[in-house]
Nanobody, 124 residues
Framework: QINLVESGGGMVQPGGSVILSCQAS????????MGWFRQAPGKEREFVAA????????YYSDSVKGRFTISRDIAKDTVSLQMNSLKPEDTAVYYC?????????????????WGQGTQVTVSS
């Protein structure tokens, strides 16, 4: 059983920064490629960022590339998402996923391991 718990969301002004954290079950982040996805009201869930289980590759959607950074801490079994230069269009519920599959810079979830999500609202 894999458990994922996100934290760190909240309200932030445009141009601001937020760090999201995903606490995973023991050894999850060293075995699974981990991803962050988001879902805005009325829209489908979309890929944001991923880090390969080896830790050697990271992937980003075009909309967040250069602004967001994904990282992991194997010792703590956490995956973080540093979000800078936030825009109102980044407003969404952000979900952590274990088992993200990435190929040719296209990533999708392949296993049904999700956290409960954390809300990020970017507004002045």
């Amino acid at each position: 059983q894999i458990n994922l718990v996100e934290s760190g969301g909240g309200m932030v002004q445009p141009g601001g920064s937020v760090i999201l954290s995903c606490q995973a079950s023991e050894q999850t982040v060293s075995v699974y490629t981990m991803g962050w996805f988001r879902q805005a009201p009325g829209k489908e869930r979309e890929f944001v960022a991923a880090i390969r289980w080896t830790g050697q590759s990271t992937y980003y959607s075009d909309s967040v590339k250069g602004r967001f950074t994904i990282s992991r801490d194997i010792a703590k079994d956490t995956v973080s998402l540093q979000m800078n230069s936030l825009k109102p269009e980044d407003t969404a519920v952000y979900y952590c996923n274990a088992g993200t599959y990435c190929s040719d810079n296209v990533c999708r979830p392949t296993a049904d391991y999700w956290g409960q999500g954390t809300q990020v609202t970017v507004s002045s």
